[in-house]
Every structure is written in C-alpha cells, then in structure tokens.
C-alpha cells in the first residue's frame, strides 16, 4: 500500500517538475529533488530495521513531503504571477 500511495504522489509532482524545466528554473527544481533525496535517505536509515516496509514506508513520507512543497511552489508561483498581471 505504502508504493501505490508513493507512486501516486509521485504522478502527481512530476508534471511541475516538467514546468520548472520549461521555465528555466531547473535550481528549483534540484532544491526540491535534494530535500526530498535527503528525507527519503534519512527516513529509509531510520526505519531500515523494518526492512522492505520500513523502506517503502520512507519512500511513501519522502513523496508526501515532496508534494507538499510543490503545491507550495505551485501556490507562490501563481501569486507572483498575479502580482505582475495588469490591473
């Protein structure tokens, strides 16, 4: 269950990540692609005794935090872009 919820939030970030890509802002992008390496890593060490569970259950929190960082940019991205829309 824990990879089919990780796969599906995974679904879900990867076209902002095509977006960032096409507006040039792949630093972004590798800033998102680093923390969520870094809690998948951290929590899959934390959790190794729990073997393949414990390893698809870091796979599963690292994409839950990885979304919720991207609906953030999504969320700021599209303030800025109103901001600098004509009144």
Same mark, same amino acid.
């Given at each position: 269950v824990s990879l089919l919820v @990780? @796969?599906? /939030? +995974?679904? &879900?970030?990867?076209? #902002?990540? &095509? #977006? &960032? #890509? @096409?507006?040039?802002? =792949?630093? /972004?992008g590798v800033g998102l692609n680093v923390i969520w390496a870094t809690v998948y890593i951290g929590l899959a060490m934390l959790w190794l005794n729990h073997g393949a569970q414990g390893v698809a259950n870091a796979l599963c929190v690292a994409y839950g935090v990885h979304g919720l960082l991207v609906a953030c940019v999504v969320y700021a991205t599209q303030l800025f =872009?109103? +901001?600098k829309q004509p009144d």
């Open positions: @990780a @796969a599906t /939030l +995974s679904a &879900l970030c990867a076209p #902002v990540g &095509l #977006v &960032l #890509v @096409a507006q040039h802002r =792949m630093w /972004l =872009m109103r +901001s």
